[in-house]
Each structure stands twice: as C-alpha cells, then as structure tokens.
C-alpha cells in the first residue's frame, strides 16, 4: 500500500505517468471528493429556487466554454460562431424530442454528433484560413446559422419556436429544477473529466502544438488540418450537448438567445477565465452569469424608481460594454484569467506560514 501525499516540498515526478497524472497528490483528490458531495449533497436543498436556477445555467454554460476553450485556448483556432452552435444544439434536440419523439438520453448525444458535425463544415476553411481571417469566416457562419434557425419555419418553427410538454426520463418527470440540477451536472463531471484527459492525451498535445506554432507542428509530422477539423468536432459537440440540456431545461426554443452577442459572452468566459484552462473556463462562466444577473436586477432596480426610468433604460443595452470592459481589464491586469488568481491563492496556502 502507497504512502499518501499530501503537501510535497518540491517536485519529484519520476516518469510520465507521475508528470501526466489529474492529481498531484492525494490532497487534491480528497479536495476533489468534498467538492462533489457540496455539489451533489447540498446546493440543492440549501439554495432558493432562483440561486438553481442561476446555478443550473452556470453547469450549461460552462460545458460550452470549456467547448471553445478546446478550439481557442488549446489549440488557437479562433471562433466567433459558438453561440450558434449551441443553438443548432438546442434545436436538434428539439426537433429530434419533439419530431421524432426520441427519448432524452437518445436525443442528448445525436444533438451533440449533429452539432459536430456541422462545427466540421465551418472548420473546413481553417485549412487556408488564419487569425483574423478565421474569426471572418466564423462569423460568417454566426450569421448563417441564425438566418437558417430564424426563417426555415418547416424546421425550426421560425420566430414561435418550439416547445416541449414533458420531459422524462425512465418514465419519471424531470423538469422539476432540483431533479434536472443533478442531470446537469453528471454531465458537467463527465464532460470536465473528459476535458481534462483529452489534453493529457497525444490529441491534446497536438492541440498544444497547433497552438505554439503550427508550421513547426506540421514539421513534426502533425497532420494540422485533420486536428484543427477535431478541434472544431470537439468544441461543437461541447456545445450541442449543452444546447441540448438548456432546451430540455427551458422546455422550450427560439431563435433569439443564440444571435451573435451569446457568441461573445463564450469568448468573455473563456479569456476572463484563462485561455488554456479547463478550471478557467469554469471561473469565467461564474463571472459572466452573476454579472449578467447583477446587470438586469440594476436594470430593473433603475426602471421601478420612479425617478430613474431613463436611467434604466441608459443602463439596458449596456451589457456588451461591461462585458468588454472586464475583458480589456482582464488582459491589462490578469491576461491569464481567473485561473491565475486561483493559482496564486493556492501556492499561498501551500507556502503558508511562509508566503508574504
């Protein structure tokens, strides 16, 4: 039996498997085991129904980000369309439900394979494409998906959307928050878990290697356009399984939410986070969600006193300005992102009583 460790004064990996390994030491892994019993054995029976509701959208959201972290932070294709992704998510499983009448655990993934697939076709132009030009291109496809999921009323429903009576599982309701808080977050555990092994993997370091320099990856024997095509896989298939649980969540679908500003907060989370994070990603979409609940109670705070109606309303639109606000600040004070900070907290409490 192994000796447990806890707190190492130094590093003594000694082969790969030590240098490729989640945790460090066991400290990690008993902080791990507490977090996700808080996670599954209290939030919910200690939080209003309004706090799940706000922590079930951060378990969504954060499995997109992570999504576009694989593209942009590990392996630095640009992407200006994740937020129409999600939405091609949202209703091919609304289609698939509600159409098709395919169950909930069937309807989930072939939303995500879907959705993947798609992100594949939008992929095709990182072939020749780079940089800024990349980011056109994926705008482009911003724009055309929104055009497709707002006017093929045969399909989509158009601007009346689609809408879902019941969802089950198994025979049992679970739309009830408490009940679907839980499925959201098995799946936000498998698909961190999933996250974090890819990029200890070959796939994950040829990620990496695309990154740094692609021209030396390609040199190595990388076949960088086959790995930019699983880039865009990946984080597409990320955010179709997370459009699919926010349309099983909201029982319902429109075209709005997924227009290109919902693209922008991905890409908020992600560099308020830390590019090249997995625990970023996570950070960020907490950031992002609370300042979009703040910002729309000072809205409605504003709008209900009588003397501030036009304070309100000044106040409305101005979302995207706070939204690039943290991000320039974030870039000039932390470019690193929130996982930066969490490192620094925790090499303090590491060196404490000896950190100053």
């Known amino acids: 039996m192994r000796p447990f460790r806890f707190h190492p004064c130094g590093n003594f990996k000694e082969s790969y498997k030590d240098e490729l390994a989640i945790f460090e030491t066991d400290f990690g892994r008993l902080w791990i085991t507490i977090g996700l019993l808080v996670l599954f054995g209290l939030i919910p029976f200690i939080t209003s129904p309004y706090i799940l509701f706000i922590v079930n959208k951060i378990g969504i959201y954060a499995i997109a980000a992570i999504g576009l972290n694989i593209l942009i932070g590990y392996t630095g294709q640009i992407s200006l369309g994740h937020g129409a992704f999600f939405g091609v998510g949202a209703y091919a499983a609304a289609i698939l439900a509600t159409k098709l009448h395919f169950p909930f655990l069937l309807a989930l993934p072939l939303a995500g394979i879907i959705t993947a697939g798609i992100g594949m076709i939008f992929g095709i132009p990182s072939l020749r494409l780079k940089h800024l030009y990349l980011t056109i291109a994926t705008l482009a496809g911003q724009l055309i998906i929104e055009y497709v999921i707002a006017h093929w009323e045969g399909l989509t429903g158009g601007a009346e959307g689609i809408i879902l009576q019941k969802v089950t599982l198994f025979g049992m309701n679970i739309s009830n928050d408490k009940i679907f808080y839980y499925i959201i977050f098995i799946f936000f555990a498998v698909f961190v878990y999933m996250a974090v092994n890819l990029i ?157």
Request: aromatic share 16%.
């Open 200 to 356: 200890r993997t070959r796939f994950g370091r040829a990620f990496i290697a695309i990154r740094d320099n692609d021209r030396a990856a390609e040199g190595m024997g990388i076949p960088i356009f086959q790995y930019k095509l699983l880039a865009f896989a990946i984080s597409s298939f990320y955010a179709g399984i997370a459009g699919a649980l926010f349309f099983y969540y909201m029982m319902s679908v429109t075209p709005e939410p997924f227009n290109l500003i919902l693209s922008i907060e991905f890409i908020a989370m992600i560099i308020i986070g830390g590019l090249g994070s997995i625990p970023g990603s996570i950070f960020g979409t907490i950031f992002i969600v609370v300042l979009n609940e703040i910002l729309s109670h000072a809205t409605t705070l504003f709008m209900n006193i009588g003397l501030s109606t036009d304070i309100g309303i000044t106040i409305a639109p101005l979302r995207e300005f706070f939204f690039g606000l943290a991000i320039v600040l974030f870039i000039i004070f932390e470019p690193k992102g929130l996982a930066e900070v969490w490192r620094i907290i925790r090499s303090s409490f590491r060196l404490w009583p000896f950190s100053y």
